[in-house]
């Protein structure tokens, strides 16, 4: 039969609560992990990455957790605002002596005033 | 705002119609990348350039052909395309491949084919 469209996972999230962003990457050898947010009508925008020999880094509002024993990545956004409502997607570089990014299906958040 | 720009915007094509999509980034990085996004499946890879010359082409059809002039300018030309290849079409620039470098994205060109 027909495929559907892409069921993306969603969050929805009261404005002011802290929002948590789940992705589970494919591959050990991945060295370098992105979050992106893609807004309605725009291409994915950079918000913070992180390197394998590190397992958080923080940015302005927004936190990223790696835990490379379960092979998951994590996105936290404090204090979540209405402009916050996009498709986040978790981003992985895998070093293979060559060029390879494997972006996740993302997930929807959704910002309730 | 990101300095990736993509024209046109919006591009309605018949399959037997030859169109070309372009893209331009003003920040002075070598590696440029097409990405096809459809409602069915993730975000996907098509072709990579770095310093003019393409170092990725993740099994795309033929009908689909890139073309890099300079590490500023990016093309993708189309040719009897097919209704499925309807898509946002995903300019991206990074620094260069070589390292862990983000992508910067350019608004896309919504194609439809009919």
């Known amino acids: 039969g027909e495929s559907v469209g892409l069921h993306l996972p969603t969050l929805s999230v009261q404005e002011g609560d802290n929002s948590i962003i789940n992705c589970a990457y494919s591959?050990?050898?991945?060295?370098?992990f992105i979050w992106y947010k893609q807004e309605s009508g725009k291409g994915p925008q950079f918000i913070i990455d992180?390197?394998?020999?590190?397992d958080k880094r923080q940015g302005q509002r927004v936190t990223v957790l790696l835990n490379k024993t379960v092979k998951h990545l994590s996105l936290q956004i404090a204090a979540t605002q209405p402009g916050d409502s996009a498709v986040y997607f978790c981003?992985?570089?895998?070093?293979?002596?060559?060029?390879?990014?494997?972006f996740g299906a993302g997930t929807r958040l959704f910002v309730k005033a | 705002e990101t300095g990736v720009t993509q024209t046109p915007r919006h591009l309605v094509m018949g399959m037997t119609n030859k169109k070309s999509l372009k893209c331009e980034q003003h920040?002075?990085?070598?590696?440029m990348y097409w990405y096809k996004q459809s409602a069915k499946k993730p975000l996907e890879l098509m072709f990579v350039y770095n310093f003019k010359e393409q170092t990725e082409n993740n099994s795309v059809p033929s009908r689909f052909s890139p073309e890099c002039p300079n590490s500023s300018h990016l093309f993708l030309h189309l040719h009897t395309l097919q209704p499925e290849d309807s898509a946002l079409y995903l300019c991206?620039?990074?620094?260069?491949?070589?390292?862990?470098?983000?992508?910067?994205f350019g608004p896309g060109t919504r194609l439809t084919v009919t």
């Open positions: 981003a992985e570089n895998i070093n293979t002596g060559g060029f390879k990014t494997i």
């Open positions: 992180i390197r394998s020999n590190m």
């Open positions: 591959n050990s050898a991945s060295d370098y």
């Open positions: 991206a620039s990074s620094r260069d491949t070589g390292g862990a470098y983000e992508q910067y």
């Open positions: 920040l002075g990085h070598n590696a």
